[in-house]
């Protein structure tokens, strides 16, 4: 069954929008570091700042929200997060282009990489779906905490699906030092998450 139909039965917790913090924060990571906006402007755009930014903004509006589930939630926030980096790049005048499509784009795909690390689409029902959702918040908690060139790895290689040897060139690192680094990052993630799967 679509994950978008069963979906319906979830409560929208708008009220505690601040948990959203880790996964609008790997979607921008993950964003600025397929696209290069940092480097491109001087690292005048931080993360940490637009993902606050996204998360004021939106509580600052959430009476505005018309959705009822998680996933209508999370849709709303990427849009909100999308229309922030691109005022940031309009505001430094150095593009002329629009690329607001192409930044919920790249968001929009990646937090459907996201899930499907976690969700298997011929097997989901409502309560799993739920359940999964909360787990991609500890997923991208737990990827926060990986080191950064392990990090990299792993949004390189799960969130832009490229491949070992794509990645070692992007970073300067052979195939097989690369493919260390992401087995290394997997071990961690599994450690990160149940742990903190023990600790809830």
């Known amino acids: 069954m679509d994950?978008?139909?069963?979906?319906?039965?979830e409560t929208c917790p708008i009220t505690d929008i601040g948990k959203y913090k880790p996964y609008l924060t790997v979607l921008a990571v993950a964003l600025f570091q397929k696209t290069g906006i940092q480097r491109s402007y001087s690292n005048k755009i931080e993360i940490e700042d637009i993902v606050q930014e996204t998360?004021?903004?939106?509580?600052?509006?959430?009476?505005?929200?018309?959705?009822?589930?998680?996933?209508?939630?999370?849709?709303?926030?990427?849009?909100?997060?999308?229309?922030l980096i691109t005022d940031k790049i309009r505001g430094l005048g150095t593009e002329?282009?629009?690329?607001?499509?192409?930044?919920?784009?790249?968001?929009?795909?990646?937090?459907?990489?996201?899930?499907?690390?976690l969700i298997d689409r011929q097997t989901a029902t409502p309560s799993t779906l739920a359940c999964r959702r909360e787990e991609t918040n500890r997923l991208c908690e737990a990827i926060l905490r990986l080191r950064p060139t392990t990090q990299a790895v792993i949004l390189a290689r799960h969130i832009e699906?490229?491949?070992?040897?794509?990645?070692?060139?992007s970073i300067g690192k052979t195939r097989e030092a690369v493919t260390k680094i992401w087995a290394r990052g997997l071990v961690e993630l599994q450690f990160f998450l149940g742990k903190e799967g023990k600790n809830a």
């Open 161 to 169: 699906g490229k491949t070992f040897r794509e990645i070692g060139t």
């Open 3 to 9: 994950s978008e139909h069963t979906d319906t039965t």
């Open 55 to 83: 998360l004021l903004k939106a509580w600052e509006k959430r009476r505005t929200f018309s959705g009822r589930t998680d996933r209508e939630l999370r849709v709303w926030l990427r849009t909100t997060l999308a229309n």
């Open 96 to 117: 002329k282009r629009d690329v607001r499509k192409e930044i919920q784009l790249n968001l929009d795909r990646s937090s459907q990489n996201l899930e499907e690390l």
